[in-house]
């Protein structure tokens, strides 16, 4: 799986949006950019993935570059329980896919 | 609840010690995974099942360890002659193949070795 790179932490004022990047320049043409979060003491929870073109579901908006060496995972109005570590991860989707390699992710705050 | 179900959520045991581990994973979910996360770290894979088979095991997963899913529903993960470095959470996550095999995550198990 190809490696990305987050920042480690992020503020975010409540209510606002929260713009989280993430850099995965390895990526290959069959792997999905995929998003989790983990709140503390929780395991992690899936949040969305997509290719190449944007996707959208209740929870958050993936928006991913042209050239897919990038995207954004955007939370439209953070509250105080979206406080978490968010993880992107890049992988292959479906019956090749398998486990899911973390890294640092980044720890949002969101803050009063 | 319809989710990834793990027990016990705590376990405090004394170097030495075997202890278990069970995951129920959503009940039509043909994957199940095992994952290990350490303080301030991401979660590591350790191993996974599709159906009863165990398909593939990381380097972490040492003889110590030994996991199961007999009847290709409910896992076990057990670890004799615990050490203190194994003091960690153990994550259980499921996933259904033919629908994408987006994993979806149990609450894990602290286990706390003295």
């Known amino acids: 799986d190809a490696k990305t790179t987050q920042p480690p932490s992020m503020d975010c004022a409540e209510g606002r949006a929260a713009n989280l990047p993430c850099n995965h320049s390895t990526i290959s043409g069959n792997e999905y950019v995929y998003w989790y979060r983990q709140i503390h003491s929780q395991g992690p929870q899936y949040i969305i993935h997509?290719?190449?073109n944007n996707e959208t579901n209740e929870m958050a908006s993936l928006i991913i570059t042209e050239d897919r060496k990038s995207s954004t995972l955007i939370l439209p109005h953070a509250t105080l329980r979206d406080t978490a570590v968010y993880y992107c991860i890049v992988r292959v989707r479906g019956n090749a896919g398998n486990m899911l390699t973390f890294g640092g992710g980044t720890r949002l705050m969101v803050k009063p | 609840d319809t989710g990834v179900s793990q027990n016990p959520r705590h376990k405090i045991t004394k170097r030495g010690q075997n202890v278990t581990f069970r995951c129920d994973p959503i009940s039509e979910h043909n994957r199940l995974y095992w994952y290990r996360q350490t303080l301030g770290q991401g979660p590591e894979f350790l191993t996974y099942f599709q159906n009863e088979a165990q398909l593939e095991k990381s380097r972490l997963l040492s003889d110590r360890f030994s996991a199961e899913r007999p009847k290709g529903s409910f896992s076990t993960l057990e670890i004799q002659r615990t050490e203190q470095g194994d003091s960690a959470m153990y994550l259980c996550?499921?996933?259904?193949?033919?629908?994408?095999?987006?994993?979806?995550f149990g609450p894990g198990t602290r286990l706390t070795v003295l």
């Open positions: 997509g290719l190449k």
């Open positions: 996550a499921s996933s259904l193949v033919g629908r994408g095999d987006e994993q979806f």
